[in-house]
């Protein structure tokens, strides 16, 4: 593996994942002053776009900027946006953002109800997780959780096999939580299993990481692009918790052609949407349904098919645990969004009477 970068040559838009519906987006808006491009890079506040021109600094329009009212507004990675440049300055202004075709966000830390954008229109994500002490089925599930109302499509990585540790039981583990995803076990360090990765990367493909801290995302970067690009951190031997090594999010051309989106590790994922849970646990879903009573609490209801499943091994409990804990979780954020809406438009209704009664009258 290199120290250096190589040459980078030329993208196409196509390589880039140019296509339908962004091109009658962009067309939809008829300046012809403006080009498409995508965002690849994002660091506090300012942006590198990609497009004809080559790779150039953004800025945000005023106009832009003035019609965001939540983070989301604003470009994240993998954004398709029309832009002017000013090829001649290494710059450009950033005009709009077309219609994301997909995305993965999270809510923000903290008590705001508010939406932080991970990256944007992705095909695949990879779940990174691995075989040390670091590895939580529960945790895959909830970045499943968290895929699902992304629309990408997810693949979980059993990172870490080169530890020598028997990789059944954990496989075993996460077939149970993600039934119909595809699992693999590799090793970023050596390369085994790598392969199984190929099909994901192909030109005009866009493949987002996530995972938390020290299961070896920025290695398995490396390995794939086949240079050092990311610095690698040792875990704690203590807890085998990681310290980051990328700080920052950047789409990264890989040799097959297609784009890598590596992402900082998150201490904390709090769901956004609501669908993705259902979706993950559709197997309770099923079950839910065949209950006898359909206001059935799944406790000690007569007649519950979640209690009998539950009892005869065909659903393990702390999967069914973590599902009620999740849907509690997205069902207490939608409340909250709701209320924080309701909050909002009050005051925009007190702003407006305001300005209504300090305008002079004839």
């Not at 670091?134 to 990585?157: G, M, N, Q, T």
């Not at 299993?193 to 995972?211: D, M, Q, R």
């Not at 646990?281 to 499943?309: E, P, S, Y």
């Not at 999967?319 to 925009?348: C, G, I, M, P």
């Amino acid at each position: 593996m290199t120290q250096g970068p190589p040459q980078t040559p030329s993208v196409s838009l196509e390589e880039l994942g140019w296509g339908e519906p962004f091109r009658s987006s962009f067309e939809a808006r008829g300046i012809k002053s403006e080009i498409p491009a995508r965002v690849v890079e994002e660091q506090r506040g300012s942006y590198i776009v990609y497009g004809g021109q080559g790779e150039l600094l953004a800025s945000i329009s005023g106009k832009l900027r003035h019609h965001a009212r939540h983070r989301a507004d604003f470009p994240t990675v993998g954004d398709w946006a029309a832009i002017t440049a000013r090829p001649l300055e290494g710059k450009a202004t950033l005009e709009a953002i077309l219609p994301r075709r997909s995305k993965l966000s999270r809510k923000t830390s903290g008590q705001q109800s508010d939406e932080q954008l991970i990256a944007a229109n992705l095909d695949t994500v990879f779940v990174v997780t691995s075989l040390n002490k670091e590895f939580s089925a529960r945790r895959v599930e909830r970045y499943l959780s968290l895929i699902a109302d992304s629309h990408a499509r997810p693949v979980v990585l059993l990172n870490k096999t080169d530890l020598g540790t028997d990789p059944s039981a954990a496989l075993k583990a996460l077939e149970s939580v993600a039934p119909g995803v595809h699992v693999l076990p590799v090793s970023a360090l050596t390369g085994a299993g790598l392969e199984g990765l190929s099909p994901y990367l192909n030109k005009g493909e866009t493949v987002a990481l996530i995972g938390s801290s020290g299961v070896g995302k920025s290695t398995l970067l490396n390995r794939l692009i086949g240079w050092n690009r990311q610095a690698v951190r040792k875990v704690r031997s203590a807890d085998d918790s990681g310290r980051h090594a990328t700080t920052f999010r950047r789409m990264i051309r890989l040799p097959p052609g297609g784009f890598l989106i590596d992402t900082p590790g998150m201490r904390e994922l709090q769901l956004w949407e609501t669908q993705g849970v259902a979706d993950t646990f559709a197997d309770i879903a099923a079950l839910t349904n065949a209950c006898r009573f359909t206001t059935c609490q799944h406790h000690t209801d007569a007649g519950c098919a979640v209690q009998a499943a539950i009892a005869d091994g065909r659903l393990p409990l702390v999967r069914f645990q973590h599902y009620v804990r999740l849907l509690r979780e997205s069902e207490s954020l939608t409340q909250k969004r709701e209320v924080d809406a309701r909050f909002k438009a009050n005051q925009k209704v007190k702003r407006a009477r305001a300005a209504y009664r300090r305008e002079p009258r004839a």
